[in-house]
């Protein structure tokens, strides 16, 4: 059973930044992707941002781009996705993602995944 365990997320007002995490074992760590999406009321889940975690490349959505930043804390297993400039938009329940195995890096980004519950971040004034 793949878990990942999301935490942080909550309010903001535009312009503001918050941290959400995600913590995962090991093994799923290493399933070559791993990184956030996002599904706002009544659209698609999408991908923001992804990491291969082998190589280190990176994938930011533009309208993401110069704002959010992944990271990585490989001794805890840990996935981490800092948001600044948050604007209004921006709302959205995010989620975290690790490729399944054998799952290409087209194929994460199509979302065949393993997810976590999913944390809600709004951006209000």
């Known amino acids: 059973q793949v878990q990942l365990v999301e935490s942080g997320g909550g309010s903001v007002q535009p312009g503001g930044s918050l941290l959400i995490t995600c913590a995962t074992a090991?093994?799923?760590?290493?399933?070559?992707?791993m990184g956030w999406f996002r599904q706002a009321p009544g659209k698609e889940r999408e991908p923001i941002t992804v990491?291969?975690?082998?190589?280190?490349?990176?994938f930011y959505d533009d309208s993401v781009k110069g704002r959010f930043t992944i990271s990585r804390d490989d001794a805890k297993n840990i996935l981490y996705l800092q948001m600044s400039s948050l604007k209004p938009e921006d709302t959205a329940t995010y989620y975290c993602?690790?490729?399944?195995?054998?799952?290409?890096?087209?194929?994460?980004?199509?979302?065949?995944?393993?997810w976590g519950q999913g944390t809600q971040v709004t951006v209000s004034s």
């Open positions: 990491v291969n975690t082998r190589t280190g490349y990176t």
């Open positions: 090991e093994n799923t760590y290493r399933n070559n992707y």
């Open positions: 993602a690790a490729a399944r195995i054998g799952s290409s890096w087209s194929d994460f980004l199509g979302g065949r995944a393993y």
